[in-house]
């Protein structure tokens, strides 16, 4: 039902509309409430081509794979109402994907709309961000135009110029950071999360870890789950000989029995728990290697940021429940909670996304059960490093054993096995990493 759909309101008027559309244009994010908005004005003006163009961006937003048809042709049906409107070519532009086919179609857009409008920065800085090559005419032309508040584009320049080059890379996202941080300190609201974005990809490309980032922004890891879902498994695996799963249950194995390994062939003595708690499952290749210690009726319960990944681990059936969740604030989340105190929680290559580990093990203290184990990786960080942790120019982060020592003792948790190993490939060499079991 509309939002003029009852029995005490007619049709609504020329003004009725109006003002549904600007509410629905100056609300902020992608939720329901702006989506039914958007509906009920489309549903009384199907040729308002500015809110199509708007409910095409909020569903790419919510779903990509699901409604990405859907979202650019509802875009291409703005444009054809009013195909004077620069702006909607521009919507339409940042809608397509990255092949071959799309990127050509999205070049083509930007230049209509920069024929239209010359002085469409967004439209120069989109399409000088879709070549391969730096075309210094076009770069040129829109640094002698953009203003340092115009901080959106400086950090799509940024990224543009990650993988192409690092000075240009740094200016645009310093200056990301400069203007946020003022504008954050007289009062305003960093809604889209530019400055803590800026800041961590800054700190990838600056050198020896002097820019202090905490954690990869959620938008990132969100972003890069949902293209690489399909095909996790086989790349990491076959790849990237990922073994952690496997390293993590035998240091498990060992850490429970004493510190004695199990022999070389036989099945180790291994405990059962009642209460499995897996933060980052990802796809359940942990899940998969630990449900064999779950106990008869027990809760195994998986937790990972990305519905696409989770799309997989309740295709493998590993768990009892899954969850879309953050692992700093998931203890805290009704159903993670209630199940708790857990017996067993486990992290496999997923603080390499956190660089303060300080909330996950404050709500890991919170969760286990008077004698439960948290056992987890890290990859290892030089103990001769200036910092606890550093975040890599491949945007993961690595952490010292001794960091990792002292987080068990002020939360009041006693080492019981840690040991160094080789948990994958990258590029061709060894990634060091470190496993843990904390009792």
């Known amino acids: 039902m509309s939002a003029y759909q009852d029995s005490e309101h007619a049709d609504p008027t020329a003004a009725d509309?109006?003002?549904?559309?600007?509410?629905?244009?100056?609300?902020?994010?992608?939720?329901?409430?702006?989506?039914?908005?958007?509906?009920?004005?489309?549903?009384?003006?199907?040729?308002?081509?500015?809110?199509?163009?708007?409910?095409?961006?909020?569903?790419?937003?919510?779903?990509?794979?699901?409604?990405?048809?859907?979202?650019?042709?509802?875009?291409?049906?703005?444009?054809?109402?009013?195909?004077?409107?620069?702006?909607?070519?521009?919507?339409?532009?940042?809608l397509c994907g990255d092949s071959e086919s799309a990127l050509e179609e999205k070049r083509s857009?930007?230049?209509?709309?920069?024929?239209?409008?010359?002085?469409?920065?967004?439209?120069?800085?989109?399409?000088?961000?879709?070549?391969?090559?730096?075309?210094?005419?076009?770069?040129?032309?829109?640094?002698?135009?953009?203003?340092?508040?115009?901080?959106?584009?400086?950090?799509?320049?940024?990224?543009?110029?990650r993988k192409r080059d690092l000075a240009r890379c740094r200016h645009h996202y310093r200056l990301v950071v400069r203007v946020m941080k003022g504008k954050i300190e007289a009062g305003a609201v960093d809604r889209k999360g530019l400055c803590s974005k800026a800041s961590f990809w800054?700190?990838?490309?600056?050198?020896?870890?002097?820019i202090a980032v905490d954690r990869c922004p959620r938008e990132y890891v969100i972003g890069l789950y949902k293209g690489f879902a399909p095909t996790f498994d086989d790349t990491l695996v076959e790849k990237l000989h990922y073994r952690t799963p496997q390293l993590l249950r035998e240091a498990l194995a060992k850490g429970t029995n004493g510190g004695v390994p199990p022999v070389e062939g036989d099945a180790p003595e291994e405990m059962e728990y009642d209460r499995i708690l897996d933060l980052g499952c990802g796809t359940g290749l942990s899940g998969e290697r630990f449900r064999g210690l779950l106990s008869p009726g027990g809760s195994f319960l998986g937790v990972d940021l990305s519905p696409e990944m989770l799309v997989k681990a309740k295709e493998r059936g590993c768990y009892t429940s899954t969850y879309c969740n953050d692992i700093e604030t998931c203890f805290d989340v009704g159903a993670i909670?209630?199940?708790?105190?857990?017996?067993?929680?486990?992290?496999?290559?997923?603080?390499?996304?956190?660089?303060?580990?300080?909330?996950?093990?404050?709500?890991?203290?919170?969760?286990?059960?008077?004698?439960?184990?948290?056992?987890?990786?890290?990859?290892?960080?030089?103990?001769?490093?200036?910092?606890?942790?550093?975040?890599?120019?491949?945007?993961?982060?690595?952490?010292?054993?001794?960091?990792i020592r002292q987080l068990a003792a002020d939360y009041g948790l006693e080492v019981v096995q840690q040991s160094k190993c080789v948990l994958r490939k990258?590029?061709?060499?060894?990634?060091?990493?470190?496993l843990t079991v904390l009792r």
């Open 109 to 161: 857009t930007l230049r209509a709309a920069l024929a239209q409008d010359p002085g469409c920065l967004e439209a120069s800085v989109m399409l000088l961000s879709s070549g391969q090559s730096v075309d210094e005419a076009v770069y040129e032309d829109i640094t002698g135009r953009i203003s340092d508040d115009n901080v959106q584009l400086h950090y799509e320049l940024g990224a543009y110029f």
């Open 17 to 94: 509309l109006s003002a549904l559309w600007n509410r629905a244009r100056k609300m902020s994010g992608y939720g329901d409430d702006r989506l039914a908005a958007v509906e009920s004005l489309l549903e009384y003006n199907p040729n308002h081509a500015r809110a199509k163009s708007l409910l095409a961006i909020l569903l790419a937003n919510r779903d990509s794979t699901k409604n990405r048809s859907r979202s650019l042709s509802l875009a291409r049906e703005a444009i054809s109402l009013r195909p004077e409107d620069a702006a909607l070519k521009v919507a339409f532009a940042r």
């Open 202 to 210: 800054l700190a990838t490309v600056e050198k020896g870890g002097e």
């Open 337 to 403: 909670s209630s199940t708790a105190p857990f017996d067993l929680i486990i992290a496999c290559d997923v603080f390499v996304y956190l660089g303060n580990l300080d909330k996950v093990f404050d709500g890991v203290k919170r969760s286990l059960s008077g004698n439960g184990t948290f056992a987890f990786s890290v990859e290892l960080l030089d103990e001769d490093a200036k910092y606890n942790y550093v975040c890599h120019s491949a945007a993961r982060f690595s952490h010292k054993q001794e960091y």
């Open 426 to 434: 990258n590029a061709g060499a060894d990634v060091i990493g470190l």
